[in-house]
């Protein structure tokens, strides 16, 4: 069962501008991460958020946590044409090892 | 460490087949994880193992999908016989405690 599902689908900004992706949820969670994948590439993990966490930096990323709305947001500020890429989020069970990946969200930076 | 190695990177073959894909995880990572990815389904957990041992096939689409880890530096993920829907990109994964590191997938094509 797919327990993230990612929004926008896809988005599309100009080189330079901020880009922010949200994450909904449907159970409870331990923690909920990001990855990144670029075209004919395998995922990249980005960072991970515990469920006792709000927000979290990692350079030009910044991650927020609603575990009362069950969503989290993806920011990634100054946007580059490198950060052209689909992003993930990930979420555990809570009780195991496995976690499970929405759709994604497809981000295009335009030059 | 070179990472997550797969092979092979591109595999075609016939309908009816047999195809064996497989993984060599990161050393010391006592999880790993085979995942399928295709645009209708996104990313797809089908089986992962802990220290070797199979926990959750939940995800193996059919009988014609098995997999084996004999030991820890060494998975395998064999379709036998393989059908056209199978095409997909096969991702493995492993993990340590949190962070999954992917490799590059085989990209799966059955005419």
């Known amino acids: 069962s797919q327990q993230g599902e990612e929004d926008p689908q896809a988005l599309s900004i100009q080189e330079g501008e901020n880009a922010t992706m949200n994450c909904s949820y449907k159970t409870s969670i331990n923690n909920l991460q990001w990855y990144r994948q670029n075209s004919g590439r395998g995922l990249v993990h980005l960072i991970l958020?515990?469920?006792?966490?709000r927000e979290k930096h990692s350079g030009r990323l910044r991650v927020t946590l609603d575990t009362s709305k069950k969503s989290s947001s993806l920011l990634i500020t100054a946007s580059r044409a490198a950060d052209t890429a689909s992003y993930f989020c990930?979420?555990?069970?809570?009780?195991?090892?496995?976690?499970?990946f929405g759709k994604g969200t497809r981000l295009h930076i335009l030059p | 460490d070179a990472g997550v190695i797969q092979s092979p990177r591109h595999e075609v073959t016939e309908m009816g087949q047999e195809v064996t894909l497989r993984c060599k995880p990161i050393?010391?990572?006592?999880?790993l994880f085979w995942y399928r990815q295709t645009m209708m389904r996104g990313l797809e957990l089908l089986i992962y193992f802990n220290n070797n041992v199979p926990i959750d096939d939940s995800g193996m689409p059919e009988d014609r999908f098995s997999a084996k880890m004999p030991n820890a530096s060494f998975s395998t993920l064999k379709i036998q016989p393989s059908e056209p829907r199978d095409s997909a990109v096969y991702f493995c994964?492993?993990?340590?405690?949190?962070?999954?590191?992917f490799g590059s997938g085989t990209r799966l094509t059955v005419v």
């Open positions: 050393s010391g990572h006592n999880s």
């Open positions: 994964a492993s993990s340590a405690l949190y962070g999954y590191t």
């Open positions: 990930a979420t555990d069970g809570g009780r195991d090892d496995k976690i499970i």
């Open positions: 958020i515990r469920s006792n966490e």
